[in-house]
């Protein structure tokens, strides 16, 4: 797989996990769409899916939260958030293409270290 990147200024990236560690601190949360694969503009929007790595079926009771958060921001580009659990199989294959991850699942770091 090749290696991406996010397009986005630091100072925002900075206030995106704010958020996500606010309101979905337990999700995966990628970043996918032209800020990842090139052609972003400083305008563009920022594309965020959130996953629930324990269970990638199981749909983020929080989502409405966080998508109200990110509308409630200080952003000055929008941020549209997607729930893995309730998007298409083919719409999954093509974020798996290309994504960044933006915030590691607090879940996932809990396993490792009780594994310890």
């Not at 974020?95 to 933006?102: C, G, K, M």
């Not at 996932?108 to 009780?114: M, P």
């Amino acid at each position: 797989m090749a290696e991406y990147h996010l397009d986005l200024p630091e100072r925002y990236l900075t206030e995106v996990r704010s958020i996500l560690q606010r309101h979905v601190p337990d999700y995966e949360v990628w970043a996918y769409g032209s800020r990842v694969t090139g052609g972003a503009y400083a305008a563009s929007d920022l594309d965020l899916v959130v996953r629930n790595p324990p269970n990638l079926l199981q749909p983020c009771e929080r989502i409405f939260d966080l998508i109200e958060a990110f509308i409630d921001s200080d952003l000055p580009i929008r941020v549209d958030v997607m729930d893995w659990a309730r998007i298409p199989d083919s719409f999954r294959r093509e974020i798996e293409r290309a994504y960044v991850v933006v915030q590691e699942s607090s879940q996932i770091s809990l396993k490792a270290d009780t594994q310890l």
